[in-house]
């Protein structure tokens, strides 16, 4: 129940890895041009897998680094202040390590993120208000940085009206995408997205810390990179080893190191079985599967003061639900000892991500009934108030 979180490893993740693993056994270097996947053009190929989840052209997707480091290539790249357009706007409701880059990347200039970062404010803690975002696009306003799913409320905003109310502004956006890719279809070309990032080990099974994603909308390729770095290079010239770099036009062109093969192999073999199943499908099945276990929450964990803090809405929720309770940090702990694999989000939420891929409905039913019987049998008391480190 922690596919938002950390989703489970695939035998076809394990054989693509594997044939990593055999080409650099083999092959030695060679594998770069020489293996079944050359490792050369690793990160477009499987790059132009995943466009098909975002609504994006195969070169607008690449497969390099991780969530934030990608956000500090694009957002360095794309934000562009000038005179009184300085701002950034974010929202209070972020996950943090967006925050800390944002911030990072307007003191590097010079700006002082106290009153350049404006942070949309929360309804209640938990949900945001387009309206109240849109309302924030000023004309001090240069980039729009948000969230697709909130990472605790698993509210999903609509990107599409965010992204014409910026751009009917001048206003540039993008989007961290990390709890709805593969779980939600997005139309990234068609909404006229500017940018966008994500990771691969959530909804795409990639593994412990696998690489990331970016998105650059084809209308921006000219755009050098605000970092660059030789993996950035027009791909044909990149072995010329000139000392003047020359972006390639295409998202391959925002990469800055070498692809860490044995962190992004695994994700070949997890996106060969999504687009199997195809993302409208799963979207379909895992609304139907939120619905069920909102539905049990109401009727049988009510009574003992849960409540659920995620949108009812479908077109405003994502993959995941938050069923809130005081007690929610024992509660899972005590779930976890029962095989149960929940997650536990600060202060009273516990995160329960049903994932269409592998799990069933019957596991949901078997969840709730778990939940019962701890909260009836007071079973969570035997376990400390003290969280973990994670
Ligand atoms: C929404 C969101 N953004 C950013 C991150 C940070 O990702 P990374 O550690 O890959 O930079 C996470 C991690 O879980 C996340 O959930």
Not at 125 to 152: C, H, N, Q, T
Not at 187 to 199: E, K, L, P, T
Not at 221 to 228: R, T
Not at 302 to 321: M, Y
Request: proline content about 5%.
């Amino acid at each position: 129940m922690d596919g938002n979180s950390l989703g489970l490893l695939c035998k076809e993740s394990e054989d693509s890895l594997r044939n990593a693993l055999d080409d650099w056994r083999a092959l030695g270097i060679a594998g770069w041009l020489e293996g079944k996947r050359p490792w050369f053009y690793f990160a477009e190929q499987i790059g132009a897998m995943c466009s098909n989840l975002v609504g994006a052209e195969p070169d607008e997707v690449i497969l390099t680094g991780t969530t934030t480091i990608n956000i500090h290539q694009l957002v360095n790249t794309f934000y562009k202040p000038h005179e009184s357009r300085r701002k950034i706007i974010a929202d209070e409701l972020d996950f943090p390590s967006d925050i800390y880059a944002l911030r990072s990347i307007l003191k590097l200039r010079g700006m002082n993120p106290d009153k350049d970062l404006i942070l949309a404010p929360s309804v209640n803690g938990s949900f945001l208000e387009e309206a109240e975002i849109v309302r924030l696009m000023d004309k001090d306003v240069a980039m729009v940085f948000l969230p697709s799913v909130l990472y605790r409320s698993g509210q999903l905003l609509n990107l599409q009206y965010l992204t014409e109310e910026a751009h009917r502004r001048g206003i540039v956006i993008g989007f961290d995408c990390c709890h709805s890719a593969g779980a939600v279809p997005h139309y990234f070309d068609r909404w006229g997205v500017d940018f966008a990032v994500w990771c691969g080990y959530k909804y795409l099974n990639g593994g412990p810390g696998s690489t990331g994603f970016l998105y650059v909308n084809q209308k921006h390729f000219d755009h050098e990179p605000a970092l660059a770095g030789w993996f950035g290079s027009v791909k044909e010239k990149q072995f010329d080893m000139s000392l003047t770099f020359e972006h390639s036009h295409n998202a391959g062109g925002y990469q800055i190191s070498s692809p860490g093969l044995l962190s992004a192999a695994p994700l070949e073999g997890s996106l060969k079985i999504i687009l199997d199943a195809g993302v409208n499908a799963i979207r379909t099945k895992s609304l139907k599967m939120t619905s069920y276990l909102m539905s049990l929450v109401d009727d049988v964990l009510s009574p003992f003061n849960f409540s659920i803090g995620t949108p009812r809405e479908e077109a405003c929720r994502g993959g995941h639900v938050a069923a809130e309770h005081e007690e929610a940090l024992r509660i899972t702990e005590a779930l976890r000892s029962r095989g149960v694999v929940p997650e536990y989000r600060p202060p009273n939420i516990i995160r329960i991500a049903p994932v269409p891929l592998y799990n069933t409905f019957h596991e949901i039913w078997q969840v709730v009934q778990h939940i019962k019987e701890i909260v009836e049998r007071r079973e969570y008391e035997s376990y400390s108030k003290e969280r973990k480190a994670i």
